[in-house]
């Protein structure tokens, strides 16, 4: 498709905006003002509609195509909470900052805070601070509220240990705030490695940080255990939220051991993904932690009102984004818990758990099965038996694109060759599983008796295999290179 | 009757058939992996409820914020015209139900658009290289102090206490466990002379940062300073505010290295302080040490072009603790819906809504500078804040005038103790003359009553 910067005709208009009813003003001074407009597009509004209609129609989406993409749970998106956001929309944040101003904003403040004490319930934990902005902005916060803990009880602690398992994410946030980082082996049997752990572990190591049920979809039967070692050390237990789909009301963090969790209300909690964002990281810590949450606070009068706690609180690691979070993507969270409720979030684990075990079931005996064993949410296969003609798991996966199917996640976790991880969730029936199945199946045959044929596809897009390593060569990241 | 709303599918019927082909006998069989003792001790919430008691429940919540404030508010967030399109087009469930654009060949609406608001960033802000979007201008500002530090291998950053304090925050909160000196040079109101922060550029320091407009709503050049950081081995990080870039020389015109701003302001609605996104855009030299997923441009087997996440090597899913940032998710569909804003109004309706924001908030500027208790403290051109200094406590004023159903502004006492006095106020395309000429006699009465 041409770019919309390919559509452009000098002169051309699209939107108009409402005319001046003030006088014009003299302009800026000429070392301030722009010496030439920005060069955007010249279109009609008819092609801006026609342009983004027609990109979006390139697109595989939850909406129009199965997308078992596993560790990014990719449920259905309900649409009652896109209507339920909008409510929201004309508030602005500063408002509650304000001095007398928090009486005007108490729907949105009363909103953050019952999300917050939502989660903490289905969390196990004692409060939750909605600031983070994304998952990773969530592990960061609660990494920087560890190192707060740490140095306010005068402890030494150079060292965050994560499993190999782990999302990359989580050795990545832990050097942001400036630790180094131990990485410890998975055993054959898809846990993390207890004797190696129990070496590592020493009175230097400030968290560990584990997402279980792991990135294998295996929930870890040493978790408890897990937790005391860390404690043992004065180490603290942090809870990667990604897989918390699999476990709403069979288990909670911190009834485990665990004393910082961050959710991605953008993979539980049904919130749509936006092609990549905007997600939501709020992050819930023991009561050892509270002192140290993010300013600002909201908190919740006595009299049933809500505030703005706006003092420096001398602990507080201070402020990670903005204003309150992402408010948007939480008001959409906070309509899906109010909808399905507490025995619907239970539904929503056993049916995901189900599904995800019926496609390993039925899938076992085409495509290697690395740790063999009932799986959570999500299971991880390897292309290896097929890589052996010639058929990888990226070549099963541009398969599956021309049967109409999103890709699961392929290469990941590292530690399975020619992983294919697939998360099915709980929002789809038998019957699309079904048909997912046959197709798998079928590639799997065809991996046997026709390996070439895999090397064209996809053959039913916009576009065939592309030249990544062109891409990172030539770096052109803007039309025309502006 | 179940109450709630359930999106599993699911018969009992075919719930008992994919037991079968699993083996076991129930679905509490599937959670036995997880010891007895581990199990959840409480899960007390409320039952669930269909959609159209949720949406009334939400109404109800909804309606208990203020409905009616005209809002002179601005402090990083701001109350502009969103054209129609652009919730039509972004909520398009292709993009918006769709993932992280890892298959290429399944994502090219999204890719594309992406490299296509990449371009917009890159000409907005006179840069070469752009992400594909961060969360929001602090954090930007943060990653911009970031990667200045790893560009120069240096470990000093100077930041201009005019930089808004709620973006100087997070900064603050990101640089807390690293071996970083960060100086704070405090502002001067009135005085927009960058004296004292290009005395403070040493061989040491990796950038100096600064606002423009800053927090006050002074609009500054900032060549000399540009010139002189270069001249020390240091970068200029400018975080700039993108309606203002209509009118206002971009930050790469000046000399800026790194430039960051908060895209709110261009397609996304107030939300209570997001979903927005940061953007960020650098020189191509720096391309490598940006953070977060960036789009280029490619070609298919047959020779077409198309788009792909390139340079990934950068990112955590890959380098994992040797990442340039631990970000993953973005914010695209925001990011996405500024793409749409930009090419709605177009080139000329963009510098259309800049000026309108420049003329609106001249005149109000002129007739509130009018007013006897109230002096403009700015000491240089603003473009759609400017900074007041009044007769009263600003707090007080800003209170009883929220009484009379008017936001006045931003009063800068609890950012900067000796300015108790000082309101920022902010005046977009949205507010009228009318409103304008209400607000000025109720501050009027404010002050002299």
Known sequence: MELIYEQSRSGRRGVRLPASDVPAAAGLPAALARSEAALLPEVSELDVVRHFTNLSRQNFSVDTHFYPLGSCTMKYNAKAIEEAAKLFAPFHPMVPLLPGGSSFSQGCLGLAHELGSALAEITGMDEVTTQPLAGAHGEMTGIMLIAAYHKAKGNKKRYVVVPDSSHGTNPASAAMVGYEIITVP???????????????????????????PNTLGLFNPHIKEICDIAHDHDALMYYDGANLNAILGKVRPGDVGFDVIHVNLHKTFGTPHG????????VGVKKQLVPFLPDPRIVKHDDGSYAVDTAHHRASIGRTAGFFGNFGVMARAFAYITMLGRQGLIEVSEQAVLNANYVMS???????????????????????????NGVHAIDIAKFLIDRGYHPPTVYFP?????????????????????????????????????PAAFAEMPKTMPVTRLDETRAAREQNVSYFGC | MMSGTSYCPNTPEEIREMLASIGVASVDDLFRPIPAGLRARSFDLPEGMSEFEMLRHFQALAGKNAQHLTSFVGGGFYDHLIPTVVDHLSGRAEFYTAYTPYQPECSQGTLQALFEYQTAICRLTGMEVSNASLYDGGTALAEAALMALRVTGRSRLVIDGAVNPLHREIVRTYLSGLDVELVEIGPKLGMEDDARLRAAIDDATAAVIVQNPNFFGSVSDFRRLAEEAHAAGALLVVSAYPVALGLVESPGAMGADIVVGDGQSLGNPLSFGGPSFGFIATRKGYIRNLPGRIIGETVDREGRRGFVLTLQAREQHIKRHKATSNICSNQSLCALRGLIFLSALGREGFAELARLNYDKAEYAKSVLGGLSGVEVMNGSATFNEFTLCLRKNADE??????KRGVAAGVPLGPYYPDMGNCLVVTVTEKRTREEIDTFARQLEGVLWS
């Open chain 1, 186 to 212: 998975t055993a054959p049997y898809g846990d993390m490695d207890l004797d190696r752990y129990r070496e590592v572990m020493t009175d230097e190591v400030a968290a560990v940080m584990m997402t279980c």
């Open chain 1, 275 to 282: 092609g990549g964002g905007p997600g939501s990281g709020p």
């Open chain 1, 362 to 388: 039925r899938l076992k005996d085409v495509y290697d099965l690395p740790y063999d064993q009932t799986c959570m949410h999500e299971c991880v296969f390897s292309a290896g038996r097929q890589v052996k």
């Open chain 1, 414 to 450: 590292l530690i399975v060759k020619e992983a294919i991880m697939i998360e099915p969730t709980e929002t789809e029936s038998k019957e699309t599983l079904d048909a997912f199945i046959t197709v798998m199946r079928e590639a799997a045959e065809l991996a046997e008796k026709e």
């Open chain 2, 397 to 402: 004023v800003v209170a009883g005038l929220l």
